[in-house]
């Protein structure tokens, strides 16, 4: 029962450590298995491969597409701005939020990619996912169309630079024009965009059917 409590939420242990309470997911993870009859030794540090669990992976999607979900419901004041200068900040706050979306599904496809592939093989090919080009990530999904791809490829940018900084950096400042071209020509709407997030997400259930035949 001691070992179940500790799988619980607690924002009192956040509050008294909040980097160790933020990177204890594998230790958490390693408790659960030890309760479904699985025992891991949690007093050693995780090998990589214990790190490629595609349960870490999805629960890690999970906490980013409810970050992104909080963020999006809440419309803060920025009482401390100036009032011109609230619309900016409100503009860069749902960057924020598209970063963190853009995230969860690249972490889902990633996760999605290890149980396609077992861990094993996913390693050997480590390096090639090393980037966050959603396009190319979600080449396994079925039936994306060419505004689907077009929603990834502009949301790709959001988790490259434009949730993180006003610049994308010297020599690429093409690619902030690009954000508005792209959305231009596809009119891509907030429900365009989620609704094809909910698509990819959704897909993790035909990935973990198939793998586990």
Known sequence: ???????????????????????????KWGIAQTVAGFPVDI???????????????????EALT?????????QPSFETMPT???????SQYCAVALMLVGYSLEVCLKAMTILRSGVVTYM??????????????????????VKDKAILQTLTHFTLWAGRYPDP???????????????????????????LAAQVMG???GVVDEATR
């Open 1 to 27: 029962m001691n070992l179940e409590k500790k799988l619980q939420p607690n924002r009192n242990a956040f509050a008294a450590d909040p980097f160790g309470y933020s990177s204890s997911a594998w230790l």
């Open 169 to 195: 950096g010297s020599g690429r400042v093409q690619d902030m024009e690009e954000v508005f071209s792209v959305a231009e020509q596809h009119e891509i709407s907030a429900k365009d965009l989620f609704e």
């Open 124 to 145: 050997a090919n480590e390096k090639s996912f090393y980037h966050h080009r959603l396009v190319k990530l979600a080449d396994f999904i079925p039936g994306l169309s």
């Open 84 to 90: 011109d200068m609230k619309g900016i900040c409100d």
């Open 203 to 205: 897909h993790t259930q």
């Open 66 to 74: 409810q970050a992104a979900v909080a963020l999006m419901k809440n």
């Open 43 to 61: 007093s050693k540090p995780p090998t990589a491969e214990d790190l490629k669990s595609p349960i870490l992976w999805l629960t890690q999607a």
